[in-house]
């Protein structure tokens, strides 16, 4: 186990090594400058009493919506401690979710949001869904898309647990064909298999839960 502990750490360590991104101030009102004037050309009124500071706002929000960026230290610490060994226990599927996320499109810079449910066959260890809630949210607060963001959740998952198998699916809604009346009201739905899962029965079990407890 104390081998796997420090797998684990290895493993994870590339993703949510904790390596906050550093903006210095005068870079920070350079890009504000920036970005009223963008807003500007785009028809907005600035300096209004609900405009002045909405490139400051901007900003920061877009920072706070790609902090996976920054890494998760507690999720880098917490698995090892939280991965208790079930050594007993009759391999069964475990299914959390709905986890919910917001992500920004790599290709808009423009958010899709939705659920994550994540199922797995456990190895000699399980994970509580606090942990499974931080690595969504380390993969989807960046630029990505969602086929990506599903296989690094289940990768690294398989890393840190090294459960039989792992299914992740993410059903999301994305702004940028939604806000422009591309496509107003689909959700984008993705699965990601490793392991167990290339059995079919298994498969249909995890989506059948899903389904279950998808919110409507
Ligand atoms: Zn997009």
Same mark, same amino acid.
């Given at each position: 186990m104390s081998d796997n502990v420090v797998d684990f750490r290895e493993a994870l360590?590339?993703?949510?090594?904790?390596a906050p991104r550093e903006i210095g101030e005068a870079d920070w009102r350079r890009y504000e400058r920036y970005m009223k004037e963008i807003f500007t050309a785009l028809g907005m009124q600035p300096d209004t009493a609900g405009t002045r500071e909405t490139p400051e706002r901007f900003l920061r929000a877009l920072y706070d919506a790609t902090s996976g960026?920054?890494?998760? +230290?507690k999720l880098l610490t917490a698995f090892p401690t939280e991965a208790t060994g079930a050594p007993d226990a009759i391999p069964g599927l475990i299914v959390e979710g709905p986890i919910a996320f917001s992500a920004l499109c790599e290709h808009h810079a423009l958010p899709f949001h939705g659920y994550a449910h994540i199922g797995y066959v456990a190895g000699d260890s399980i994970i509580g869904i606090s942990k499974l809630t931080r690595l969504v949210r380390l993969f989807a607060r960046r630029f990505t898309v969602q086929e990506r963001m599903g296989e690094e959740i289940a990768d690294?998952?398989?890393?840190?647990?090294? +459960?039989?198998g792992v299914a992740v699916h993410l059903e999301a809604s994305h702004l940028c064909t939604q806000m422009r009346g591309v496509e107003e009201h689909s959700r984008t739905t993705t699965t990601f298999w490793r392991g167990v899962f290339r059995d079919a029965e298994l498969r249909r079990e995890f989506l059948d839960e899903v389904r279950a407890r998808s919110p409507r």
């Open positions: 360590a590339h993703r949510a090594e904790h960026y920054d890494g998760d +230290p690294t998952l398989v890393h840190l647990i090294e +459960p039989e």
